[in-house]
């Protein structure tokens, strides 16, 4: 009993001269509890110091520190994607980049229309930029397939062969990243994935910046989300691409291009990307950020503010790239409609305007017209205005009809287009040789089929 009296009495003293000593060192008060149920407690007297050690230290580091602790500057080695860089996997990026890349570019130029405005300038920055330099590319984000879609249609089908120079790209992870087959497939075609939430300090993060330290294509959508309104507006920069930039050992080549008509393409809930739309593109000029990181004092800017800098830039130039794209698709659609005209009233165009006297068919033709023109009907509105129909072919007889049983609306607009060549030489007051132009044999089994009528009708009568 006596030396158990004596080791508590030693264990007394002991938490005494701990508490002087850490009043002493951190002036800071010491809860002055008695007992063992004080010193082993958890709300006791080590918890509690503990506590405010932990929080003199933060306070510290935080005071220390030339930037808050939440943004600053990780250096990424390069020797961080040792998974995407293993044999497996540039063995199924071989395979698979190509194969993929090459189909969308067939989708979006055979079954699609895709107009794009500056390529060479993401050409050159593919093809020109110095070794070793990074690229960035950045673009708005309408559909769940602009990449690999639109990124697709803007690369020749040689450079799309080319599976290591591609683009790497992200994802988030509850997107692409569901299941182990997912995750397989979307890291064979190069997609690195991110998590929502984590912030800008996350692993995916951090092998991006991998890939730019290698002198690698990242493409990335400043806007963190697709559109919801089928890329009406455009989203802010988020954050996460000054990261990107700043933090690679070299600052890299910024491109940005925004598009429109995806959301034609594939729009928000389908499941099946949808064929003869147009898509329209157009790629800026190279972004440059020397200003922001030249400038006096840029050192001692926190790394937060320089974040946002780089950030708001991109997505002020991608705003004004929305606005000429936007209205390069207005005038286009205008266009479209205004030229929208069938095939038959194109030919009836061309109809009126041959010169039917050098085929011998002008007398026909008159009567043709004179008799359709007695026909017309008048409509008056309730205004009192008279006003008369426009001046079309006649599909109930005469000429045109006659000629549509020997040819389809394709050989009457090459016959009539004819008409038209020989009509320009006449102009120039050259001769034309009607026996150059091949006739067709419609008009010759017309005209036998006419003549044979009118020679009938001529026996009938005498």
Not at 190 to 201: D, H, M, N, W
């Amino acid at each position: 009993m006596g030396i158990q009296f004596v080791d508590k009495a030693d264990l007394w003293k002991s938490a005494l001269l701990l508490n002087l000593k850490l009043r002493d060192r951190f002036r800071i008060a010491v809860d002055d509890h008695r007992g063992r149920a004080a010193v082993f407690s958890p709300d006791g007297y080590f918890s509690s110091t503990i506590h405010r050690w932990v929080t003199l230290f933060r306070n510290f580091r935080r005071e220390s520190l030339p930037s808050p602790p939440a943004f600053y500057r990780r250096r990424v080695s390069k020797d961080l994607t040792a998974e995407e860089e293993s044999a497996l996997f540039r063995m199924l990026q071989a395979v698979a980049v190509p194969l993929i890349g090459n189909a969308c570019h067939v989708f979006m130029n055979g079954f699609n229309r895709v107009q794009v405005y500056g390529l060479e300038k993401l050409h050159d920055a593919l093809l020109n930029r110095p070794k070793n330099k990074p690229l960035v590319t950045v673009s708005n984000h309408v559909a769940s397939v602009d990449d690999p879609f639109v990124i697709a249609s803007l690369l020749p089908p040689k450079l799309l062969l080319d599976a290591r120079n591609l683009r790497w790209t992200l994802c988030a992870t509850d997107r692409c990243f569901k299941n182990p087959v997912t995750s397989a497939f979307f890291r064979s075609v190069k997609v690195l994935p991110v998590s929502r939430g984590e912030g800008i300090y996350q692993q995916g993060m951090d092998i991006a910046i991998s890939k730019l330290n290698s002198g690698g294509w990242v493409h990335i959508f400043p806007e963190g989300s697709r559109s919801r309104d089928g890329g009406k507006t455009m989203g802010s920069a988020k954050r996460g691409i000054g990261r990107l930039i700043l933090d690679a050992d070299t600052l890299p080549m910024v491109v940005p291009f925004v598009h429109t008509g995806m959301q034609d393409i594939m729009p928000v809930g389908a499941s099946v990307p949808r064929i003869g739309k147009t898509v329209t593109v157009i790629i800026g000029d190279p972004i440059h950020f020397n200003d922001i990181l030249s400038t006096e004092g840029a050192k001692h800017v926190s790394r937060k503010h320089l974040y946002d800098a780089v950030s708001s830039r991109i997505g002020h130039r991608l705003y004004d790239l929305k606005v000429q794209v936007d209205r390069v698709s207005l005038e286009q659609q205008s266009m479209m409609s205004h030229d929208a005209k069938t095939s038959s009233d194109r030919a009836a165009e061309i109809f009126h305007r041959v010169d039917w006297d050098s085929f011998g068919m002008g007398a026909q033709f008159s009567e043709e017209s004179s008799a359709s023109s007695s026909n017309k009907l008048i409509a008056q509105t309730d205004d009192g205005i008279v006003r008369s129909p426009k001046r079309r072919v006649s599909s109930e007889g005469g000429i045109s009809l006659k000629i549509k049983k020997f040819m389809d609306s394709t050989e009457m607009m090459g016959f009539a287009a004819r008409g038209l060549f020989m009509n320009e030489y006449k102009s120039r007051g050259e001769s034309a040789n009607v026996g150059q132009i091949r006739p067709l044999k419609a008009w010759r089994e017309y005209l036998e089929v006419n003549l044979m009528n009118r020679g009938l009708q001529q026996q009938n009568t005498c």
